[in-house]
């Protein structure tokens, strides 16, 4: 099957690349990471490398850079053994937790909920959300590899605000975890947080920007996109949906150690990482992105991954666009 190159001129001159393409540049980044050894060579799938590779723009040296760094990272602070017990005073609150459904794509959906915080700690703070993002990833079905983080911001207040926290964050999502955002919604965000989130622009790829999106409960159009986006009957009322069942950390406590029971399994040979299918939007031809890219302010305004288009808005904006107005991307 042909496929017909398209050119966008916000993204400067751009290749194709077919699926032989995509595994002669993964054998390039293996072959540059050196051979691998027990939960890193389970980590170091094809799909793992093609996650790092989109990351970097299909960029061989800068994606086993990458990927050399998250190996050192998880040698050093092994998130595969993360436990419940480690972390259950983090989560006391229901502060960030995995719920009980999925979106309408099969993606694992993490709540967070800032305004309930109940530590100081950053080092704590970041070893939970690592458990929390360990623990999405083992319950990702086969054929799906991101997930989707719905905050609420009920509660929240300028004392919940941590630059240190946020760059944190940042760091570890983007570095250790690329291409596992799918899509963070900011549901009800006071006035307030968004020249904050503005001024965390900076320290934010341009991809992980474009997956955050605000949505307010008293515009229609973020109703409409809820409902696209997810089944109302098991979306909890917070976000617009049915179930007010509420959070229960006895219920949850319980959920996530019989999870734990599953992360043996999850990194043994057999059912390990790289048995997950290379899930890459339009697998038989992707970009690669030249060298000469085009300015933020030009990309922000394009829409490189329309098949994920949310329609919900960024910050700056006073309403939802019309449903055939629709131009911003979460990639």
């Known amino acids: 099957m042909s496929v017909e190159p398209k050119k966008m001129a916000s993204y400067g001159q751009e290749k194709m690349l077919t699926s032989p393409e995509q ?20 980590f170091c799938s094809d799909a793992c490398i093609s996650r790092y590779l989109r990351a970097r723009n299909w960029n061989v040296k800068k ?3 990458m990927l050399k760094l998250t190996l050192k990272w998880r040698e050093e602070n092994k998130p ?47 070893k939970y959300l690592v458990y929390c993002m360990e623990n999405a990833i083992v319950n990702l079905p086969p054929e799906q590899e991101q997930m989707v983080w719905l905050i609420d911001f009920q509660g929240f207040n300028m004392s919940h605000i941590s630059i240190k926290v946020t760059r944190e964050t940042a760091h570890v999502l ?3 975890y690329p291409e596992r955002l ?24 341009l991809k992980t920007y474009n997956k955050v999106k605000f949505a307010y409960s008293d515009d229609q159009n973020t109703k409409k996109i809820m409902e696209d986006l997810f089944d109302f009957d098991q979306l909890e009322s917070a976000f617009g949906g049915k179930d007010d069942t509420g959070f229960d950390i006895n219920k ?16 043994s040979r057999e059912n390990s990482p790289s048995s997950v299918p290379n899930h890459v939007p339009s697998l038989d031809s992707t970009r690669l992105e030249s060298d000469t890219d085009a300015s933020d302010n030009e990309k922000l305004n394009s829409s490189p991954d329309p098949e994920v288009d949310t329609g919900i808005i960024n910050p700056g904006q006073k309403s939802l666009v019309n449903e055939g107005e629709r131009n911003i991307s979460a990639d």
Do not use: C
């Open 23 to 42: 595994q002669a540049l993964i054998n390039e980044v293996r072959r540059l990471i050196g051979p691998q050894s027990g939960k890193a060579s389970i």
């Open 63 to 65: 994606a086993a850079k």
């Open 80 to 126: 595969e053994e993360i436990r419940w017990e480690d972390v259950a005073h983090e989560a006391e609150t229901g502060k960030i937790y995995r719920s009980n459904y999925i979106d309408k794509q099969g993606r694992t959906v993490l709540v967070m909920r800032p305004g309930r915080q109940n530590s100081k700690s950053t080092k704590g703070q970041i």
């Open 252 to 267: 949850y406590a319980d959920r996530m150690k019989e999870d734990d029971k599953k992360i043996p399994a999850f990194w």
């Open 182 to 205: 799918g899509l963070a919604i900011l549901y009800n965000a006071p006035k307030f947080f968004e020249p904050f989130f503005m001024m965390v622009k900076p320290i934010l790829e």
């Open 174 to 176: 983007q570095e250790h």
